[in-house]
């Protein structure tokens, strides 16, 4: 990444995106860097001058046992998980066999950078045939690598840095390694260039509370240090504010946290519920919700278990995890687990093994049932364990169903392993328009509105550049909600949404409108969307999910209901 100050936003620049949840933050930018792209036969600098010959060998080693102290160091002063990757990824770098093979082909008179890849590529492939624990380093690897090649070329260390100071964390997009890396607790705002509001980082944003842009054009020009003030509820970025932007933005956060206070069931005005739930993905997402104003989980997303690994966890692995879920949110609240969702963008080694040219729209989700059937047979007996050792029976349900075939199949696997509720999500147009059908096989439904929008649009998810089009205020995916409603009030049985969806206050009352019964979102966004509810009738909603279905775009529907909102709340909400 260029570090062309003299491209940076002048103070005052608004930087537009898409937000991830409503609250604001202001402090200084700390800069991901990605990884050098450095030739082969790049010369080792020191000083930016190259290193005579004969001395290259020590600098390899100097390198090496540069990333390696700067890891630790960095290892020492985190906690965590955070310590624990920091730590492991140390002590690769101080690996002698990876050194001294590169030192090997360096003597050989190969160049440093050229040796390096090539040893890496190696080692990379041998953790890879081992499997298991070995497979999962591979990922460390790389980034040693990436670290010692930068030090070679005399470039800042790659990846996420050290956070000294809560900070806003900007970068062009993160993976799952880069924040695995982070120090949540000191990211104060995530700001990416690239990146869709339903993509990975939005998603560990929107559940950590954590205020988040993505897609802000010209983020990455930020120079390191510059103060900016993120403003996730208005999708933007503004560049080292004045007095009169800071006080406005307190005034934001201290609206925000008055929300926070108000901790009873989600319920309209006149007293009709809608269940307020979280979304989740790991047992610590569950262990956070212990104390917290939230009736249940909605989507535990049990992928990310899963991911980055090249096999699947043990069903005894995964029964204590699942059990640590149902611990933390007791016996009173109701968890609804989804089985592995893998393939398209979320891509799994031992689960999608043949390339496929369009893996949206291939064996993922449900259908890996085809190809890898003890997948889910695995889990559901892991899940019927879990129930079973902590005395709370979860909720169960299939990502990526079709047909109303499939769901029966599905609520037949979720009884034969002894689990008694059995839903599916709708999440593809021919389940949503069959819905009453599905229903007939299962005991819920729960809509998946990021994926929802994404098929009824044809225009993928991943592609940030699409995003009005997979805007869930589209007319035609609302159609679809409003079908999947009917055929849940058809039959009895309750439609609920985990889509980013949920989580827009104005959304919320709309969906309630349509009769959904039950909203799950990230736990930050729950606030603002009880509020919303509090606020109005079942029968204003219901107006509401009628002008938003009949507005011709997605503008024109968020316009017509924010003219139908009870005025103190749209000044609360700050619509
Ligand atoms: C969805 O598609 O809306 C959903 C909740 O599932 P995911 O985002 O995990 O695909
Ligand atoms: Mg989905």
Redesign the pocket.
Known sequence: MSTDVSAAPAPGTVLHGAGVGRRVAVGPVVRVQPAPAVPGDAPVLRDGAPVPEPEVPDAVRAAFAGVADALRAQADRSSGTVAEVLGATAMMADDPALRDQVLARVGGGEPAVAALDAVVGQFAAMFEQAGGYLAERVTDLRSVRDRVVARLAGLPDPGVPELREPSVVVARDLAPADTAALDLARVLALVTEEGGP?GHTAIIAGQNGIPCVVRATGATALAEGTVVAVDAGAGTVLVEPDEAARAALDARAAAERALEADTAPGATADGHAVALLANIGTAEDAERLAGAAVEGVG?F?TEVLFLGRQQAPTVDEQAAAYARVLRALGPDRKVVVRTL?AGADKPLAFANLTPEENPALGVRGYRLVRSAPDLLTDQLAALARAGAETGTQPWVMA?MIATPAEARAFAEAVRAAGLRTAGVMV?VPAAALRAGAVLEEVDFVSL?????AQYTMAADRLRGELVDLLDAWQPAVLELVAATARGGAGAGRPVGV??ESASDPLMALVLAGLGVTSLSMSPAALPAVRFALRRHTLAECRAMADAALAAADPAAGRAAVTALLDPEARAALGL
Do not use: S
């Open positions: 339903t989507l997303r969702d990502p999440e998946g509105t990021n994926d929802l985990c889509g």
